[in-house]
């Protein structure tokens, strides 16, 4: 067929260039100017200050903290979805699909009842004596992890499960056949099929730690402050845009860096494919 | 690690860690929500889990027009902003879908990347930038501002949804059509789009759920006036804890329950053709 396609593109094509590329120059231009012009100092005073560093750092922790305790969680899942018949398999996708869906401000709700004093971690730890005293996760790194990892838990099973579904049950039997044992399986044969899947998940989990500012606020309080919050505060309580824009385009290279990186892993053959 | 030929960790922990861990972790997953449903139907002034009694009380003080002026008008703000989204994203997202099944690989590998660019941007970085070109050409924070940004931001997940069904879409439909007489906009009208609903209707659910949700951008974009309903959810979060958050919830999952068993019914059908 001759007919090009080529007419149809350009609509979006031209949004995208004036309304999302267009922006993202003029930020990180506009993070290199200062009352005086052209400048570095945005980004000298952003990482030359202690607390905006260890604020930088608390973040990256708390990305590979949330990416670590996904993965820890979302294999299992996957596996139980390897292992279920269909509608065993139709339900772990619905329950999957449920709280992805839900609001993210909703969710951190939930979660605010949880963590709370009168929630239902600390009523279980008086009543079987382990506390004391009722308690509050809030405002705790601790609680923070676990809210996160069960906010992102079905950006990393999601791509797991895509992959087990092509997969046809069958796949697994020829090492069962040779002898081999289930952990054995797992580690050589369902853990390298699951492995684009997880660096899919990654990527999304890491790129969503980096955007979520409500369940950080909420959740983790004014102790526990990170880069979104301190990008919201240059823009809404200092008027700082260009610092701002400074702590948005260290924000964008830090998940950019670890986005090629993880881009490298995946196309690296010998991590990736068979062994 | 565990290449050698004697396996050091018996099977039934693999079962304990896939049917234990696993079942453990699915609870988790879910728990939450259950957790948010039951919450709102407490009787009691305070966020204690388990509530203290049943009533519907909160709800009650949710939908009182004026208890709760506040939450509905920033509940129609987020509606229209999301069906103005999902429209925007239909005039933009779609047409390029088409156009893209019809170009060669090699180009249409060398432009989706800007497209789909969006997607991976933490949106909050997005906002920041738009507020500024905003503010450069003289625009003010408004609800046509959140909206374009949620077009720009949520249109790709379209583009994607729709283009999962395209390629699966065998050419020559159009072809034929074309061949026997039909002009470009009967073919569009009469074989294309059929063929393309059920990525459109999969994305419009995508990039309405997201726009609903969405704080990140609406936070630079939209004015005092339009308070959007996560943004107003955030507010009452951080003010006072009030239980009528919890209604809210509520409401939202159900709508979300609803939008996605009416998905899967109207998407189940032709996913097997």
């Known amino acids: 067929m001759k007919a090009s396609g080529f007419p149809y593109v350009i609509p979006m094509l031209l949004l995208s260039v004036a309304f999302f590329a267009t922006p993202l120059a003029v930020l990180i231009g506009f993070s290199f100017t200062g009352p005086d012009g052209l400048t570095l100092s945005n980004y000298g005073r952003f990482l030359g200050d202690a607390f905006n560093y260890r604020v930088l750092m608390n973040t990256a922790k708390l990305g590979l903290q949330t990416v670590a305790s996904t993965t820890l969680l979302g294999i299992p899942i996957a596996l139980l979805y390897w292992h279920s018949g269909k509608t065993a398999r139709q339900v772990i996708i619905f329950l999957t699909l449920i709280p992805m869906l839900t609001s993210n401000v909703v969710r951190t709700f939930a979660w605010i009842v949880i963590l709370g004093r009168q929630g239902p971690i600390s009523e279980t730890f008086v009543a079987l004596g382990l506390a004391g005293q009722p308690f509050s996760l809030m405002s705790t790194e601790l609680g923070l992890v676990l809210a996160m990892c069960q906010i992102d838990l079905p950006l990393i099973i999601l791509p797991l499960i895509a992959i087990l579904s092509r997969t046809p049950v069958q796949f697994t039997e020829a090492a069962q056949v040779s002898g081999a044992g289930p952990w054995r399986i797992f580690v050589t044969v369902l853990l390298p099929m699951m492995l684009p899947g997880l660096l899919a998940g990654w990527i999304l989990v890491f790129a969503s730690t980096s955007s979520s500012f409500v369940t950080q606020a909420v959740i983790g309080g004014a102790r526990n402050v990170y880069v979104p919050q301190l990008i919201y505060r240059e823009v809404g309580t200092l008027f700082d845009w260009s610092m701002a824009s400074a702590i948005a385009v260290v924000l964008l290279l830090s998940t950019g860096i670890l986005l090629v990186a993880m881009t490298m892993i995946s196309r690296h053959r010998r991590l990736v494919g068979h062994a | ?273």
């Open chain 2, 1 to 273: 690690m565990h290449n050698k030929r004697e396996n050091p960790i018996p099977a039934f922990l693999y079962k304990a860690f896939v049917f234990g861990f696993g079942g453990l972790s699915l609870i988790y997953l879910v728990a939450p929500i259950i957790i948010a449903i039951t919450m709102s139907f407490t009787s009691g002034q305070s966020l204690k889990y388990p509530p203290q009694g049943f009533s519907i009380r909160w709800y009650e003080a949710l939908f009182d027009p004026i208890r709760s002026g506040t939450e509905h008008i920033a509940a129609g703000n987020s509606l229209k902003i999301a069906a103005l989204a999902v429209l925007g994203s239909l005039l933009f997202a779609v047409p390029a879908t088409i156009g893209m099944a019809r170009m060669k690989r090699s180009t249409v590998s060398s432009i989706e990347p800007l497209l789909l660019a969006p997607l991976v941007l933490p949106s909050l970085v997005y906002g920041l930038a738009a507020l500024i070109v905003a503010n450069f050409v003289g625009f003010q924070p408004s609800l046509w501002l959140t909206v374009t940004g949620h077009v720009v931001v949520f249109g790709p997940l379209m583009y994607r949804a729709a283009s999962v069904v395209a390629q699966g879409i065998n050419p020559s439909l159009a072809e034929a059509s074309t061949v026997m007489g039909a002009r470009w906009f009967t073919t569009l009208r009469r074989v294309t789009l059929p063929l393309l609903l059920p990525g459109i209707l999969a994305g419009a659910f995508l990039v309405f759920i997201q726009s609903l949700d969405n704080v990140s951008v609406s936070l630079f974009l939209a004015d005092a006036r339009t308070t959007v309903l996560p943004l107003r959810m955030f507010a009452l979060i951080e003010e006072s804890l009030d239980v009528r958050v919890a209604a809210m919830s509520g409401v939202l999952i159900a709508l979300t329950l609803v939008v996605l068993l009416v998905a899967r019914r109207v998407l189940a059908p032709q996913k097997q053709a």
